[in-house]
């Protein structure tokens, strides 16, 4: 995976993270649901939670569970305590009797596959989502939660087809068009990855981000004079982008123009020393595909 691709790819899992733990902890969720995605309001009263800290709260709700043991609005809210101070096992043994207790209670069923994908649990979370979308082909949060982890297991083909899916049933969502033209780039899905790409760009031709994949998709197929086109229009509106000065580098020695390469490599070393710079190596090893990032969810 290129260094670009690996900051797209921890940057998504970040964007997708950080909707996650808001929903986590700020969402109410009732339980009790007669039906998937339909909840009534539990009989137990957990009472208003204190306005203190994680740990005074998580305290506040084990004594509600010690009088009643199968609240499971206290047991939910003792979850978003715990996963606040990031303790991943104690919030799902939570989350998982609240879903013992509630089997079709949909919202507490994707708590719980989030919290999986946050402990590196990634099978895992994959069962728990899907779980959800057996229930609920369509349903959006879950089928991006499932990409998501997908991409953190290192299951890209999986994660391009589940944001491919996305991108169609969402034609207006330009990140799920992007990620599944990144994802699908990154698995050698050229064609496809290209045509996503172009349609983005008719619309958002400012989307620097897709000009960079589709230029790297170019470089793999040989196409140097547009993906030199692709590298230079990027340096124009980021002239010290280290993708784009390392691509058009390594662009420009392939088309023999070497003193080129050499002057955007040495902008390369000045605009930004920590990056490494290009080693010129044959388009066919620079075309060879790397591991998969699988970036901590937490």
């Known amino acids: 995976m290129t260094t670009r691709g690996r900051m797209l790819t921890q940057r998504a899992a970040s964007r997708s993270l950080a909707r996650a733990v808001l929903a986590l902890l ?19 009263a957990v009472g208003r939670p204190p306005d203190s800290a994680p740990r005074e709260r998580i305290a506040h709700y084990q004594e509600i569970l010690k009088a ?11 979850a978003r305590a ?15 009797q ?22 590196h649990q990634y099978e895992e ?27 953190w297991a290192g299951k890209l083909a999986e994660a391009a087809a589940t944001y491919g899916r996305l991108a169609t049933e969402h034609p207006d969502d330009a990140d799920y068009i992007f990620q599944a033209a990144r994802l699908e780039a990154e698995t050698g899905q050229y064609p496809s ?30 196409q140097y004079t547009s993906a030199l086109r692709q590298f230079e229009h990027v340096l124009g509106q980021r002239p010290g982008d280290p993708a784009a000065l390392m691509g058009a580098a390594q662009t420009r020695y392939y088309t023999g123009d070497v003193a080129g390469a050499f002057a955007a490599a040495s902008a390369l070393s000045t605009k930004s020393p920590g990056t490494s710079t290009p080693s010129f190596s044959s388009p066919a090893s620079s075309a060879r595909g790397g591991t998969a990032l699988r970036p901590a969810p937490c």
């Open 26 to 44: 700020l969402s109410g969720i009732a339980s009790g649901s007669p039906a998937l995605g339909q909840t009534a309001p539990s009989s137990s």
């Open 125 to 151: 979370s994959i069962r728990a989502f899907r779980v959800v979308l057996d229930h609920a082909p369509d349903d959006r949060e879950a089928l991006e939660g499932l990409a998501s982890v997908q991409v």
């Open 82 to 96: 715990e996963a606040e101070l990031k303790d991943f096992p104690a919030a799902i043994s939570a989350y998982r």
């Open 98 to 119: 609240v879903v013992a207790a509630n089997p079709a209670d949909r919202d507490a069923q994707v708590q719980l596959a989030r919290l999986f994908g946050w402990n």
């Open 193 to 222: 990855a290209r045509d996503r790409l172009a349609s983005l760009l008719a619309v958002e031709p400012s989307n620097l981000e897709a000009r960079l994949v589709l230029a790297q998709i170019e470089v793999k197929q040989g």
């Open 68 to 78: 009643h043991p199968g609240d499971t609005d206290a047991l939910e809210a003792l």
